[in-house]
């Protein structure tokens, strides 16, 4: 039985195994190669199963997606409002080079022009955390999301609030995207 296996059955309201699946990433990480397959599957299923596998581990330890980070900027093109929200997670979590930084920005600030509440939210929040480590695209951000201070749902409006003033206090510190 393949760790994607376990990601099949149900449908998009249920994680089923997926924290189980990250789990066994964790401690052994050949698995990662077999795991990031999921992102290309045609079960869409599977795809959000296994994205929410690698935000599970971008929390826990985000160096170990250092490998597969292309795939997931690519993966980034997938309409799937339920591998959006993931990525958009993950993307807060990893490190990453100037480069990668750069079109990470990029895809964060497409995904605020979708309709997905979540896919804006976590957007939103990832961005706070990208722009609070590297000042240089903090007013670049800051612009981007204050219009969302205003937005309709509570929930994308709350994040902004949140985003704007701990990058304009600088007082409050972003924790791992994903936790709050």
Same mark, same amino acid.
């Given at each position: 039985?393949?760790? #994607?296996? %376990? @990601?099949?059955? !149900?449908?998009?309201? $249920? =994680? ?9 990433? *964790?401690?052994?990480?050949?698995? #990662?190669? %077999? @795991?990031?397959? !999921?992102?290309?599957? $045609? =079960? ?9 596998? *690698? ?39 990893v490190p990453l080079s100037q480069k990668e930084r750069d079109a990470v920005v990029s895809?964060?600030?497409?995904y605020l022009d979708g309709e997905s509440i979540l896919v804006k939210a976590w957007s939103i929040e990832s961005l706070g955390a990208l722009a ?49």
């Amino acid at each position: 039985m393949t760790i #994607l296996n %376990e @990601l099949t059955g !149900g449908d998009l309201r $249920s =994680d089923g195994k997926a924290d189980e699946v990250a789990e066994k990433v *964790l401690r052994n990480p050949l698995l #990662l190669k %077999e @795991l990031i397959e !999921g992102l290309h599957s $045609s =079960d869409d299923v599977i795809k959000m199963r296994t994205a929410h596998a *690698l935000e599970y581990i971008s929390r826990k330890n985000p160096e170990l997606l250092e490998p597969v980070k292309p795939t997931l900027v690519n993966s980034a093109s997938d309409t799937l409002p339920e591998v959006r929200w993931h990525l958009a997670q993950i993307f807060g979590n990893v490190p990453l080079s100037q480069k990668e930084r750069d079109a990470v920005v990029s895809i964060l600030f497409d995904y605020l022009d979708g309709e997905s509440i979540l896919v804006k939210a976590w957007s939103i929040e990832s961005l706070g955390a990208l722009a609070e480590k590297d000042g240089d695209i903090r007013d670049r951000i800051i612009q981007r999301i204050e219009p969302f201070q205003n937005d309709k749902s509570p929930a994308v409006r709350k994040r902004a609030l949140k985003v704007v003033r701990n990058l304009t206090d600088g007082r409050i510190l972003f924790p791992q995207v994903g936790l709050s």
